[in-house]
């Protein structure tokens, strides 16, 4: 038997740097996206965002993203 790749999984990243996500979130991925910027463009339809956190680029599910824009608020 060949194991092929079928695809890529994308998962969040967690509100801040030192916090796994909580529910341990990932992008649910179409039966047709086969590259990373196929599942980030899937996300983005179920409202995860990307943002730049200490110079890298970070994918948020909708929970962290909220969690995250209000803690930046408060900074």
Same mark, same amino acid.
């Given at each position: 038997? @060949?194991?092929y790749p079928i695809g890529v999984e994308v998962s969040c990243d967690g509100p801040d740097e &030192? @916090?796994?996500c909580p529910q341990s979130a990932?992008?649910?991925a179409r039966l047709t996206?086969? @590259?990373a910027r196929q599942v980030r463009a899937d996300g983005r339809r179920d409202g995860w965002v990307r &943002? &730049?956190?200490a110079g890298r680029l970070l994918d948020l599910c909708p929970g962290c993203?909220?969690?995250a824009g209000q803690d930046e608020a408060q900074r």
């Open positions: 038997m @060949t194991a &030192r @916090t796994d990932a992008i649910r996206s086969r @590259t &943002r &730049r956190r993203a909220a969690g």
